[in-house]
């Protein structure tokens, strides 16, 4: 059997996206840019493309530009707002996402003030601190804090991020890449500057996604050469990926509601089985307050078996993560657990769910976990 379990680092297409792509991959292959009819069939799917998801999150159609994924599109809101707006401040936090974190690291070395925003143990923006930043206004500001966490799944207040920072005059940046699709995000009801997706975290595909720009901040060009994405950044567009995103986001948030659900009963399933069956088991993050329904953060205590818990499930076929993406198998540190102080004795897993898990796949899990873990607790 095998149990994946790690859909914040990524999540499997559905077949609809995969549908969409492979029924325009065999139909057209002319260039969009392309003036003929072959170049204008393709680009009429990139148009339909970008008007469905500007639908979808309440933008207007001039608002979205594809990129290359989250990574993208976060670089591309930190980058152009302090080259094209002004801004000489960035608010962030210690726990974003490592495409924010090694980002403003280069805009600092290039005088760009970067200030970080107190969190608390579960991962709560300190919204009190963030108002004391931003009651100095002398330098221009972005305030870029995520939506919700990728490791421990805590979820920021973005209404209230929204209105501190139009009563301070601040931009506004959020990293949704782990909440569209997910969570109703509407633009046109909270005001933001800039917001990114990645497809692959809603079962589109890889190596895509968009950035949300609010029409209101002109920004220039961050890849040059040809017209494309009406000349900010050039290149031939992903046109089956963008289709495929469209389609997947499409369904994420028509599905929403029902998926949530699904996803939610699965996650308590396993949240309560971890805690009927083991010793000292903690969870990280909000985890029954504000929290990321796709994401189980658990700690386990500290022990020689525990140790190996990563590999050893992997060998039982279970898929999960030591923190994001980039630590998973390779049990690297990691900089959340760092900022929020936990103890680094404990090993923290993250489980994350999507709407294609049962509940049968935690039972194993389960099974498979009294194997490996000592401290099980004896029923009597
Ligand atoms: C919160 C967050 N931001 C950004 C990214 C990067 O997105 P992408 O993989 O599409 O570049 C990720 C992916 O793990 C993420 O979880």
């Given at each position: 059997m095998r149990v994946y379990f790690d859909n914040a680092a990524t999540t499997p297409l559905c077949e609809e996206a995969i549908e969409t792509m492979t029924t325009l991959m065999r139909a057209y292959h002319g260039n969009p840019s392309s003036i003929h009819a072959c170049g204008r069939k393709v680009r009429s799917s990139i148009e339909q493309a970008r008007k469905n998801i500007a639908n979808l999150i309440g933008a207007s159609i001039g608002e979205i530009f594809f990129t290359s994924g989250g990574t993208e599109a976060n670089n591309m809101a930190l980058n152009c707002s302090v080259r094209d707006l002004g801004?000489?401040?960035?608010?962030?936090s210690p726990i974003e996402h490592h495409c924010i974190l090694h980002c403003t690291d280069k805009l600092e070395d290039q005088g760009v003030e970067v200030v970080l925003v107190n969190i608390d143990k579960q991962g709560h923006f300190d919204y009190d601190h963030l108002e004391s930043l931003l009651v100095d206004k002398r330098k221009k500001t972005l305030v870029s804090l995520m939506h919700a966490n990728n490791e421990i799944g805590t979820v920021s207040d973005m209404q209230r991020i929204s209105q501190l920072c139009e009563l301070y005059e601040a931009y506004y940046h959020s990293d949704t890449v782990q909440t569209i699709g997910h969570f109703p995000i509407d633009v046109s009801k909270t005001k933001i500057s800039f917001l990114s997706g990645g497809a692959h975290k809603f079962h589109g595909p890889k190596g895509v996604g968009f950035v949300y720009i609010n029409g209101d901040n002109m920004v220039k060009p961050m890849i040059f050469g040809g017209g494309q994405e009406r000349n900010m950044r050039a290149g031939t567009e992903n046109v089956y990926g963008i289709a495929g995103m469209s389609k997947a986001l499409e369904l994420a948030c028509g599905e929403m509601?029902?998926?949530r659900k699904h996803i939610n009963d699965i996650r308590s399933y396993l949240k309560n089985s971890l805690s009927e069956n083991f010793e000292d088991i903690?969870?990280?993050?909000?985890?029954?307050g504000a929290f990321l329904y796709t994401v189980l953060s658990v700690s386990f205590p500290p022990s020689d078996k525990s140790d190996m818990l990563l590999l050893n499930l992997d060998i039982h076929g279970i898929s999960c993560s030591g923190g994001s993406a980039c630590s998973s198998g390779a049990e690297a540190g990691s900089h959340v657990q760092k900022a929020l102080e936990s103890d680094p004795k404990r090993k923290n897993i993250r489980f994350s769910f999507s709407h294609f898990n049962t509940k049968a796949e935690v039972d194993y899990l389960m099974e498979?976990?009294?194997?490996?873990?000592?401290a099980h607790v004896e029923r009597v």
């Open positions: 801004v000489t401040r960035i608010i962030t509601e029902e998926r903690q969870f990280n993050g909000d985890a029954d498979k976990l009294a194997t490996i873990i000592p």
